[in-house]
């Protein structure tokens, strides 16, 4: 059942605040703010963002580092019935602009810089307007949907940006006794924060995700997880990413302190979890390393530490790397699937599992009672059984109904079904009609565990068989003189697709490509051997809101033509 089935996520948090107003429940660079205070300055907060014009159905573009501000505008955006645009920090003019047309954003709450980008700097070169006039005489031609834009800092060099303290102030004037402020939305199926996709092979889509879905989805991954109220969760992860998203929000529904970190340094984490006895701690596996490999790191430091996720998805699978991480941190890890259509974690491993199985890239369905998946052949659209490799297709309350403004790309995403379709392997209930074709290759086992294997466009049919490029690069990456490896598919005459293995070497060297060969001879089946390898100093990558993804679109490119002529 979902837990709060009929609320936003501002009404949920102000029961929690109802019943425990004094509770921490955000720690940030030594200051306290308790549920009753952060409700508080949402309410002003979003009375001010009205003022400026902003109500139902309007989108806030949110371009912060981790912080409270990020918090509090997303509440405040769900007491307005208005959705939150989460915009990577590392973003730059090209990206901010398309997001901030794509969105057609209202407002633009930020800061002036963080780390080594200068935001207000940066959105200067895509509404020039910020640098004239007042706020009241903004009139952007550049963003023609953007009335206000808000910072944390005020500053006379862009004299048309409000600073946040200004627009609390006046929400607070605004929700004085003798006045009143708008009433809070209650539509739990509005959309609450449009996630953007990473578009590394076409243009970025947004998916807006409802009240509904962030809210119990986000506590039922704490149930799953075994979240109790003595635990304190850190917030490490990107907000503006889904799984960031949903670490903070998983906590705050569970009414637990969420320590935030603007961004990960290892030495400053260790810091946090020590002295903040964190409990509830989910990262990147390349944050888990640089944590446990920091020169002060000892296991005593880190042993409050008791649930968490570790993500291996953007940076490969290391067994190795997964039984070091979690001896050194001292508790069972699980590996989460998740993606911006359909919410962080859709499935992900039970910390009871044995190790064995945890080391897999997922797990079961984190609310199977209301979400559904079932795996197609990719080809002929027939539901596969456990054990046969297939793309995956979800279903349910935390699936986004559409893309933002493109119906072109919702109609090819989305197989209508009707609502007595029964279908799907896991799972038993949905809310919604649509099947959302996630693109990605999974396979299920008999227990009904759902485990990724790659990304659809990766993977690779050889001689009749789906292969996933991932059982290459796995085993070639054991070879020491290795530093990592990439795998794609090339046209071939004769067998319709053969991989091509990318090496990075070592050492940066060249490695003999017969070693590779009969290394990898003894270890995989023949099909699945490379028919060549092509060594490179570095994988194109492109920035994601987790850390930088290999363009492998970019890399098939490049053999596009290399067996053309066989």
């Known amino acids: 059942m979902l837990h709060w089935p009929a609320a936003t996520i501002y009404e949920a948090l102000s029961g929690i605040a109802a019943a425990r107003p004094n509770a921490d429940a955000l720690r940030f660079e030594g200051e306290r703010i308790t549920y009753g205070e952060l ?201 503006p990413g889904v799984w960031g998203h949903n670490a903070l929000l998983s906590a705050l529904a569970h009414g637990i302190p969420l320590v935030i970190r603007t961004h990960f340094e290892a030495g400053k984490t260790l810091r946090l979890i020590e002295e903040r006895a964190v409990t509830y701690y989910s990262a990147l596996a390349t944050m888990h390393r640089r944590l446990i490999d920091h020169a002060d790191f000892t ?77 197609v052949d990719p080809e002929t659209g027939a539901e596969q059984p456990p054990g046969e490799e297939g793309e995956l297709c979800l279903r349910g309350y935390n699936v986004v109904e559409k893309y933002f403004g493109k119906p072109e790309a919702t109609t090819e995403a989305f197989e209508d079904a009707p609502a007595s379709d029964t279908s799907g392997s896991v799972g038993e209930r949905s809310s919604s009609e649509k099947w959302f074709h996630t693109g990605d290759l999974v396979v299920q086992d008999e227990a009904g565990y759902l485990y990724f294997r790659s990304r659809l466009d990766d993977a690779l049919r050889v001689r009749g068989f789906l292969l996933a490029p991932r059982d290459i690069e796995r085993v070639l990456d054991d070879h020491p003189a290795v530093k990592g490896s990439q795998v794609v598919g090339a046209p071939h005459p004769r067998h319709g697709q053969v991989p091509v293995a990318f090496v990075e070497a070592a050492d940066g060297s060249p490695v003999d490509e017969g070693i590779l060969e009969d290394f990898l001879a003894g270890r995989i089946a023949d099909y699945k051997l490379p028919a060549a390898f092509e060594f490179v100093d570095a994988f194109p990558r492109a920035e994601g809101p987790h850390g930088a993804k290999v363009r492998k679109d970019e890399l098939r490119e490049r053999v596009a033509d290399r067996f053309r002529e066989e």
């Open 299 to 375: 296991p005593e430091r880190v042993a409050s530490l008791e649930r968490g996720a570790v993500g291996f998805l953007s940076m490969g699978y290391d067994e190795a790397v997964f039984d070091r991480i979690e001896a050194a941190l001292g508790f069972p890890l699980v590996q989460p699937y998740g993606l911006s259509e359909a919410n962080s974690q859709v499935f992900v491993g039970d910390p009871e599992d044995p190790i064995e199985r945890r080391k897999r890239v997922g797990g079961p369905l984190i609310h199977p009672e209301e979400e559904s998946a079932k795996i």
């Open 39 to 239: 409700l508080a300055e949402s309410r002003a907060l979003a009375s001010g963002l009205a003022e400026l014009g902003v109500g139902p159905g309007d989108t806030i573009a949110v371009w912060l580092a981790n912080r409270p501000e990020w918090i509090t505008t997303q509440l405040a955006s769900s007491y307005l019935g208005a959705a939150v645009v989460a915009v990577n920090t590392r973003y730059r003019t090209h990206e901010l602009e398309y997001l901030l047309r794509d969105a057609e954003c209202s407002a633009l709450v930020t800061e002036r810089s963080f780390l080594d980008t200068d935001f207000l700097a940066t959105l200067a070169e895509v509404v020039p307007e910020i640098r004239k006039g007042g706020p009241t005489e903004f009139v952007p031609e550049s963003i023609p949907s953007l009335d206000a834009v808000v910072a944390l800092e005020s500053t006379g060099e862009f004299p048309a940006v409000r600073a946040y303290e200004d627009v609390i102030a006046g929400g607070e004037t605004t929700t004085d006794e003798n006045a009143r402020g708008p009433e809070p939305a209650t539509d739990p199926t509005a959309p609450a924060c449009i996630f953007y996709t990473s578009g590394t092979t076409s243009d970025p889509k947004g998916c807006p995700q409802t009240n509904r879905s962030l809210l119990n989805h986000s506590h039922q991954v704490g149930v799953h997880l075994g979240v109790e109220r003595g635990d304190v969760a850190l917030g490490v992860l990107p907000f």
